[in-house]
């Protein structure tokens, strides 16, 4: 079974600081993995995923993250924060060939501070 | 814009009432959604897969009665939440892959509350 572990439920950088946002799974098959970003009442908004290829994946607002196979790690970073980050992000992992459902990590708030 | 639509955004409901919330695929079809719940501060659990065309496939734990789960045509699944209580009450989500292009769309969710 997949699982995915989001390491801290709450970050708060300050902005134009690095954004560092951790995400481990588990699977019994290599996995396809995402990052999604929800601000208050909305829903889920796809901000980049991992397939095959290429282990460093840019996606949009500027975020990129890295696949390590070797640390079943997924972690989200950003350069330098913008006030319009604050959100709820969630990592994601479904097997290579299951259907779409997904499984989703705790979740992590992130805050920018002026 | 949008290409996964729910509807009610919002909805506040008496207990005992039933409240039906649409997830809708504007511009593809799909013959599986997703529903997901979510707590506040919390993550987002998968309830069922909703299949059209046939019965859908309930996560453990998620009751078949209380969550109704209809998906009538390739661009609609309806959850339907019986006999609501406030241990309900939760901005539920849905999904939908475009098996064409193997991308997911989420809706943008509904929270019930239940007084």
């Known amino acids: 079974a997949q699982s995915v572990t989001q390491l801290g439920s709450h970050v708060s950088v300050s902005e134009g600081a690095l954004v560092l946002l951790r995400c481990n799974y588990s699977?019994?098959?290599?996995?396809?993995l995402f990052w999604y970003v929800q601000y208050p009442n909305q829903g889920l908004q796809l901000l980049l995923k991992?397939?095959?290829?290429?282990?460093l994946v840019k996606g949009i607002n500027g975020f990129e993250a890295e696949f390590k196979k070797s640390e079943t790690s997924f972690h989200l970073t950003k350069p330098s924060a913008h006030m319009s980050d604050a959100a709820e992000y969630f990592c994601?992992?479904?097997?290579?060939?299951?259907?779409?459902?997904?499984?989703f990590g705790q979740g992590t708030r992130l805050t920018i501070n002026p | 814009g949008a290409v996964v639509s729910q509807h009610p955004s919002w909805v506040i409901c008496k207990s005992g009432t039933s409240v039906k919330i649409e997830c809708r695929s504007l511009?593809?079809?799909?013959?599986?959604m997703f529903w997901y719940r979510q707590f506040p501060k919390q993550s987002l659990m998968l309830m069922a897969t909703?299949?059209?065309?046939?019965?859908?496939?309930?996560e453990q734990g998620v009751e078949k009665d209380k969550f109704l789960i209809n998906h009538a045509s390739l661009t609609l699944s309806t959850l339907t939440v019986t006999s609501a209580h406030p241990e309900d009450s939760s901005f539920y989500i849905c999904?939908?892959?475009?098996?064409?292009?193997?991308?997911?769309?989420f809706g943008e969710g509904s929270r019930l509350t239940v007084l």
């Open positions: 511009d593809f079809q799909a013959t599986t």
């Open positions: 909703s299949n059209e065309g046939s019965k859908a496939t309930y």
């Open positions: 994601a992992v479904r097997p290579l060939k299951g259907a779409q459902k997904l499984v």
């Open positions: 699977s019994s098959v290599p996995p396809y």
């Open positions: 999904s939908a892959p475009n098996h064409r292009t193997g991308e997911l769309f």
């Open positions: 991992y397939t095959t290829g290429a282990t």
